[in-house]
């Protein structure tokens, strides 16, 4: 099994940025690709950006060029950098993990549990 905990969200006025840190435990060598979902009240769940273990990303056009995911496999953490917020980020952001980009889109992901997130607020 593979355990996942968010961390470094927070309370942000439009145009602020945030990090977002997600370190993986547990049985971590079946991880190839890492990626942040968010969901907002009222919504499903959508991917916002993904990265595999040799670097390659996937953004969704809502946060292209502005969010930036990285990930240090050495620590088996993933990062999303998040600048130029607007209110329409405010979610609850969740990171997950898969033996592939597909499963990982696809919402396959090895912690199916879903861990407790991390709340962005983003205030206008």
């Known amino acids: 099994q593979v355990q996942l905990v968010e961390s470094g969200g927070g309370l942000v006025q439009a145009g602020g940025s945030l990090r977002l840190s997600c370190a993986a435990s547990?049985?971590?060598?079946?991880?190839?690709?890492m990626g942040w979902y968010r969901q907002a009240p009222g919504q499903q769940r959508e991917l916002v950006a993904d990265?595999?273990?040799?670097?390659?990303?996937n953004y969704a056009d809502s946060v292209k060029g502005r969010f930036t995911i990285s990930r240090d496999n050495a620590k088996n953490t993933v990062y999303l950098q998040m600048n130029s917020l607007t209110p329409e980020d405010t979610a609850v952001y969740y990171c997950n993990a898969a033996p592939s980009e597909s499963l990982l889109r696809v919402g396959l992901v090895l912690d199916r549990n879903w861990g407790q997130g991390t709340q962005v607020t983003v205030s206008s």
């Open positions: 990265i595999t273990k040799g670097g390659n990303t």
């Open positions: 547990g049985i971590v060598f079946s991880i190839n690709a």
